[in-house]
T-cell receptor, first 114, second 118 residues
Framework: AQTVTQSQPEMSVQEAETVTLSCTYD???????LFWYKQPPSRQMILVIR??????QNATENRFSVNFQKAAKSFSLKISDSQLGDAAMYFC???????????FGTGTSLTVIP | GAGVSQSPSNKVTEKGKDVELRCDPI?????LYWYRQSLGQGLEFLIY????????KSGLPSDRFSAERTGESVSTLTIQRTQQEDSAVYLC????????????????FGPGTRLTVL
């Protein structure tokens, strides 16, 4: 079974600084997809960034980037120039290549300090 | 187009009562998922519908929980004889099927229903 682990229940970052959220996963498959979702206090889950396992290049979306280490089964999220609006719960998720079901980590609560 | 909607936004009920939670997926999305998020916890998978296939009910925590979906439209999650431990946010998500959704086929989430069982 696939499991996704987020070992940091809480993180904080100073506004304008950079923070990295960690995520590891367990799988025996070679092709899969990884995602980071953001859940602000409004509860609305929003997709932040995504990565295909067979792509070696790390995905980037503006201030958000990932460090994908396939051999280590690691998928960390880096937020640069942190803004107050980045404060939220962040979930890492895994999807198999051949299935629609997602597997989510337990989340990391990010606080941005003004 | 409209996103995933859920109703009610909040529901307070008494222990032992039945509740129904509703999810309207994005039009054209054949896949629909229900998750439970307890306070400070991650997303617990409950059930997954994919088109006309038999739903994957492997995440339902007890026989008090059931869900229905008519075709590719609205889904209702029913909790019978609610218990205090059922208090949580119930999230619904939808996505296209694998053939039409592209490589990533991400899930789109609704705002959730916060259920409080007194």
């Amino acid at each position: 079974a696939q499991t996704v682990t987020q070992s940091q229940p809480e993180m904080s970052v100073q506004e304008a600084e950079t923070v990295t959220l960690s995520c590891t996963y367990d799988t025996s498959e070679s092709d899969y997809y990884l995602f980071w979702y953001k859940q602000p206090p409004s509860r609305q889950m929003i997709l932040v960034i995504r990565q295909e396992a067979y792509k070696q290049q790390n995905a980037t979306e503006n201030r958000f980037s990932v460090n994908f280490q396939k051999a280590a089964k690691s998928f960390s999220l880096k937020i640069s120039d942190s803004q107050l609006g980045d404060a939220a719960m962040y979930f890492c998720a895994y999807r198999r290549d051949t299935g629609n079901q997602f597997y989510f980590g337990t989340g990391t609560s990010l606080t941005v300090i003004p | 187009g409209a996103g995933v909607s859920q109703s009610p936004s909040n529901k307070v009920t008494e222990k032992g009562k039945d509740v129904e939670l509703r999810c309207d997926p994005i039009s054209g999305h054949t896949a629909l998922y229900w998750y439970r998020q307890s306070l400070g916890q991650g997303l617990e998978f409950l059930i997954y519908f994919q088109g006309n296939s038999a739903p994957d009910k492997s995440g339902l925590p007890s026989d008090r929980f059931s869900a229905e979906r008519t075709g590719e439209s609205v889904s209702t999650l029913t909790i019978q004889r609610t218990q205090q431990e059922d208090s949580a946010v119930y999230l619904c998500a939808s996505s296209l099927d694998l053939l039409s959704g592209g490589a990533y086929n991400e899930q789109f989430f609704g705002p959730g229903t916060r259920l409080t069982v007194l």
